[in-house]
């Protein structure tokens, strides 16, 4: 009769294996046009992550094992202070870096240039003028700006004066963290137009997006720290 509790125990112990096809018909069921790409184990013992892509790119959600419930949010490791769903979202929206045309971006470097980033920015972003002043903050770093004026289209001029002048760097610098724009009538052929077509490809719908070198992605501003901080993971992990 004793080892009726301690089976009992043991049964309970047991891992609670996934019906993927169940989880992949609840998500598309109650997220509509959600197409699930792949249901794995998630941090946390029990839960599963299905990962699914929308307009907005790659997403994430978490279910349990027969997907009775769906989780939306975020999941934190205390221990490390690590935001884990933040980490795998960019690494799952990630970019072959040797792919992009950067022959038509603005480059700036600091110091020896050893860190690289690539930033898609709109000078009359709000969020991107309080990101030019983190950058600032950053030294041995080579940006490479790709020009993105998609809050004022009207004002897209001050963007392609930027790349008809003598000196880009210090002219983009002027223009989206000083609020100058380029004094200059000189006209040239400028590739706006096909960064524009490129970040469409690439899913960038807000500013300023942000690759690292990596290839992974990150939507909106650091705080200096932090970009720091994956500037140094991502040139050691490259």
């Known amino acids: 009769m004793r080892q009726l509790p301690l089976l009992a125990a043991a049964m309970m112990a047991l891992p609670v294996f996934a019906d993927e096809a169940q989880i992949r018909q609840a998500v598309e069921s109650k997220l509509p046009g959600a197409k699930v790409e792949a249901v794995q184990p998630a941090p946390i013992p029990g839960l599963y992550e299905v990962r699914f892509r929308s307009a907005e790119g790659a997403q994430i959600v978490y279910t349990d094992a027969r997907a009775t419930y769906i989780l939306v949010g975020t999941i934190y490791e205390t221990r490390t202070d690590r935001n884990l769903t933040e980490e795998r979202l960019r690494r799952l929206s990630a970019i072959d870096m040797g792919t992009l045309p950067y022959e038509h971006a603005v480059k700036v470097q600091r110091g020896n240039g050893k860190r690289t980033l690539v930033v898609f920015s709109d000078p009359y972003c709000p969020a991107c003028k ?20 998609v809050i004022r289209p009207e004002l897209a001029d001050h963007s392609r004066a930027v790349w008809c002048a003598a000196d880009r760097p210090k002219a983009w610098l002027d223009l989206a963290l000083r609020g100058r724009p380029v004094a200059t009538s000189a ?8 960064i524009l077509e490129l970040g469409k490809r690439l899913g960038v719908r807000s500013t300023p997006t942000l690759f690292f070198a990596t290839g992974e992605r990150v939507r909106g501003g650091l705080q200096a720290a932090e970009l720091k901080i994956l500037l140094d993971e991502a040139a050691s992990r490259k």
């Open 130 to 149: 309080r990101f030019e002043k983190v950058l600032a903050e950053v030294e041995d770093i080579t940006i490479h700006y790709f020009m993105y004026p």
């Open 187 to 194: 006209s040239c052929e400028t590739p706006i137009e096909k």
